[in-house]
């Protein structure tokens, strides 16, 4: 089996060689995204293996049907950068639910910790042999109120995590897990009631700018907001006018709206052209990491192995249990 992989990078090799290997999968790495003008690298593959910012719309998904290509494999849980309705019928698409909760449930938190605490800023004033504490005074999460939006696997693990720090979890979710002891609530009390709101809910047409101009006026003053989980989840001018109004406290934020242009990739050198994100950076009390929350050797070897064996499964018995839709 050939498989075409896109958007390559170096930590992806070393995992998918070894579980290729060991199930007669070969890997074609490409480092160029899929789009409608790299989507002909495709044309001697089996099937197609994808990541978060490539591109899978109409034309691009006639072209590998062209190409006899059958099976679309995410190797993640997402699926918003697919066009699922326009694919069905057309091409299989399997993906990863679950690689690792706790990779993101972890780094979730290691920013909320890094941003109430300041120790991003003492690091780099240690550095300088500053040890002055002036500026770095945080808050206690104990006794805090967090509202978790999306109970999902990643969304529980957080409410544990939470739950060790003292926090009161408060949660909201249109499908909410029955006896899960969770206390759930409406979005609007949710965004009145938290000191801390954390999102992990997947980006569909109902969470699409859950967090908005109309919502961040519902939350807190002073509230912190956390995405892990898809950047237009919140709309990023509403999100800075809400930290210019002092209306939220701050925000740390893994993923970006606009992020395909920009993250995973090395701009130092270079003028970026996208004014929201270089404000949002320029705020003090901003944090932002580039799609990094996924990224530990647990995840991304269970991301591998669970890859393949949809590959695997789909060319063996012409189904997966990770499917999204059927060919």
Known sequence: MKIAFFDTKPYDLPYFEKYGKKNSVEFKFFDTRLCEDTVSLARDADAVCVFVNDTVNSFVIDKLVSYGIRLLALRCAGFNNVDIRYASGKICVVRVPAYSPYAVAEHAM???????????????????????????????????????????????????????????????????????????????????????????????????????????????????????????????????????????????????????????EDFSGHIVEDDTIARLISMPNVLVTSHQAFLTEEALSNIAQTTVENIVSFFRDGKCDNEITRR
Not at 158 to 185: H, L, N, Q, T
Not at 219 to 233: E, Q
């Open 110 to 264: 290691a920013m909320l910790l890094t941003m109430v605490r300041r120790t991003h800023k003492a690091y780099i004033r240690t550095k300088d042999f500053n040890f002055s504490l002036s500026g770095l005074v945080g808050f206690d999460l104990c006794g805090k109120t967090i509202g978790i939006v999306g109970t999902g696997k990643i969304g529980c693990v957080m409410i544990d995590i939470c739950r060790g720090f003292g926090m009161r979890v408060i949660a909201y979710d249109i499908f909410p897990r029955k006896d899960s002891g969770i206390e759930y609530v409406s979005l609007e009390k949710l965004l009145s009631d938290s000191d801390v709101i954390s999102l992990h809910c997947p980006l569909t047409e109902a969470t699409y700018h859950i967090i908005n101009e109309e919502t961040i006026g519902q939350m807190k003053n002073g509230a912190v907001i956390i995405n892990t989980s898809r950047g237009a989840l919140i709309d990023a001018e509403a999100l800075l006018l809400g930290i210019k109004s002092r209306k939220i406290g701050a925000a740390c934020l893994d993923v970006y709206e606009e992020e395909s242009d920009l993250f995973f």
